[in-house]
């Protein structure tokens, strides 16, 4: 919405060009705003977190979010192709079983800088922030009596892959691969028994090939062989922030163009006036 009026509004200014240098002042100016806010907004956590006695929980956030997202990409969509097949409770992927999922739910990304509170409706400037606000304002409202930590299944789910930016690392220790391997087929057969019938069965097959296969210290399988859901949003904002940085490009070089093309006009008429003078005899 607001990129397509920038566009038109662009469009409409191609002949104004000045436009260009107040467009750049604009974008600084937000973006030392946003730091400023940032500033005021980490002086108030400090205190919040001074004057909040939040308990400490040993389940990383982070981690936990990781292993949702890789849930959400790699095994979400598999799932339901399989029509009516629903994951158990004691199943330790199923929802219920993430400790913060239900702070993710109320955490709303209203643009690139504001994150809001669904259970307070305060504003932040990161992620981290709203992070930490949870932490030490709604922290009453985990469960924590169960344990149910997404991130402990990391392991299985390959966290360390997506979070490193897909770096394998140098060293692999048998042990802890092993491990991992053992960990993630509990999974598979917890999630998806395959006493349940086809589908259960197929999502069995599915799981060991996207995420157990790869724990070995060969090296020559990688996660998540058979992909995963497209990445659209990313994409797309990738797009429109190109198309941002190229516009005033274009409008400066079509600018450009014009005047060239002007001054090349003028030398012409000058040319053909001078040329229809009468020569003084
Ligand atoms: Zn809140």
Redesign the pocket.
């Known amino acids: 919405m607001r990129l397509c009026r920038f566009a038109t509004s662009m469009g409409r200014l191609g002949e104004s060009l000045p436009v260009i240098p107040l467009l750049f002042a604009l974008l600084l100016l937000h973006q030392s705003l946003s730091q400023g806010l940032e500033e005021s907004e980490s002086t108030r956590l400090v205190n919040e977190e001074v004057g909040g006695s939040a308990p400490e929980i040993h389940c990383s956030r982070e981690r936990s979010r990781a292993a949702w997202q890789i849930i959400q990409d790699y095994l979400t969509p598999f799932v339901e192709r399989e029509r009516g097949y629903q994951i158990p409770k004691t199943c330790r992927l199923h929802p219920d079983n993430d400790l913060y999922r239900d702070q993710e739910l109320?955490k709303i990304h209203v643009d690139v800088f504001e994150w809001k509170?669904?259970?307070?409706?305060?504003s932040f400037n990161e992620e981290k922030f709203i992070d930490k606000?949870?932490a030490t304002?709604?922290y009453n409202l985990l469960n924590t009596t169960d344990t149910k930590c997404l991130a402990d299944l990391c392991g299985a789910l390959h966290c360390d892959f997506v979070l490193s930016s897909k770096k394998p690392k140098s060293k692999c220790n048998p042990a802890a691969v092993a491990k991992n391997r053992h960990l993630c087929e509990s999974v598979a057969n917890n999630c998806f028994p395959v006493s349940q019938g086809p589908a259960a069965s197929r999502l069995h097959e599915h799981f060991l090939r996207q995420f157990c296969d790869a724990h070995t210290c060969t090296g020559k399988d990688k996660p998540f062989p058979k992909g995963g859901k497209k990445r659209s949003g990313v994409f797309y904002l990738a797009i429109s922030i190109l198309t941002l940085m190229l516009l005033p490009l274009f409008y400066l070089l079509v600018f450009l163009h014009q005047r060239e093309k002007r001054s090349g006009t003028q030398e012409l008429r000058r040319i053909i006036k001078s040329g229809k003078k009468p020569k003084p005899s």
């Open positions: 109320h509170c669904g259970y307070c409706k305060k606000h949870f304002r709604h």
